[in-house]
């Protein structure tokens, strides 16, 4: 595609969100500034071979010492919102009691310089930064976690709440639950599937909790929500073992979480396939009822769909411990550096979807974005017309989803700027902003520049 790329006039009220978003741990670094304490990334990253390289976020893009300047670029963008997280251990050291002053301090000073910058702060609690000693204490799969995290939301509202207008609570808890506690490639690292499931059940206490008690607390209109990653599942071929395939990977993947937060019952057939695993969600009396508190957007974060099989590479519908087999298998066509491939159609499909299965709920896109194998000139320079492509066809996407008829009212790339990938570590750059990382100097890509020109021109200028 061209580096001029251009979409058609974009059908899109002016009341449309644009913004960018960030992560705490991917971007801040002074980890042990200010009375931060370490979080289960600080000891993931330093388990030998849990991240690529043996990266971690010690300085990461050293945002928390050049906030005010990164401010001042995003505004550059010319974007109505960013979206960032709060570290919970730099606001309640080891989970737990009094709010440290100087790491309340830091999202208080971020706020008003976003404000003050004509910017509207979009506070994510958790972005799986969860205070080690929390998870020393049993972490997600253990219940009180959930009411630790309501304690902990309510600091952080108390004092953001009179400026801070919207709220998610839990950034993919699907990443937490199923890479944390059973894949075992996110941290804490652990792999046992009870935990995973146990894990889901509190993220999802937790964020009720949190909701009802920080709606109570508001004192003007606020706009409460919860972020989740989505795909789309689809039957490799039209096999009844490839259709159950699908059926699973969707039902772990998406109905799980979307069914208690807005039907208040977890699928029948998922709690049927875990009791045939002898397992369970670890349901109390009332615990459905504050999952199921209302709030008012859907954060929807989209990569990739993905097809499944329910046969191995050998033809067998069972793994080796007689669990049916779920495999994904990547749709054709183009790749990102990730390996993932890019699946613009797929995105329509299933915000469309998400608004016939889950109605009357707004849905905004809290993260799309892709790693591309950027190549920096001198001046730290990127022609990233492979990003900037993937950015077009899926804003084209959404307001193609829009016309279908699924309320979708705002849109995040991510990320801002490149940063720590998790287990891919700085190796993989998701942003629309280059970091030189022996620097910190940072230079919009041509797809920043693409994509401040088509929020301007989406705005009609
Ligand atoms: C997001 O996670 C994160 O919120 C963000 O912090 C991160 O930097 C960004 O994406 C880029 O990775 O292949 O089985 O994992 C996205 C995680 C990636 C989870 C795609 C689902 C597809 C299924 N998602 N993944 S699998």
Redesign the pocket.
Known sequence: PAPGLLLPALDLPPSFKWGV?T?SY?IEGAVAEDGRTPSIWDTFCRVPGAVVGGDNGDVACDHYHRMPQDVALIKSLGVDTYRFSVAWPRVQPGGRGPANPAGLAFYDRLTDELLAAGIDPWVTLY??DLPQELEDAGGWPNRDTAYRFADYAMLVFDRLGDRVRTWTTL??P??SA??GYY?GVHAPGRKNFGDSIAAVHHLLLGHGLATQRMRAAATRETTFGI?L?M?TADPATDTSADRDAARRADGM?LRIYLDPLRKGEYPADMVEDLAARGTAFPVRDGDLAVIATPFEVLGV?F??G?DFSGTDEHGNTTDADGLPVVR?VLPEGPRTA?D?PITADRFTRLLVRLSRDYPDLPMVIT?N?A?FDDIADADGAVADADRTAYLAEHIAAVVAAREQGADVRGYFA??LMD????A?GYA?R?GIVHVDYATQVRTPKQSALWYRDTISRARGN
């Open positions: 978003a992560s991917q972005h799986w950034n993919e699907w990443c199923w890479l894949v972020t990653n795909g993947g974060n990569y990739f993905q994904a990730m993932w993260e974005g790693a991510w990320s940063n720590f990938e998790w891919e993989k998701f």
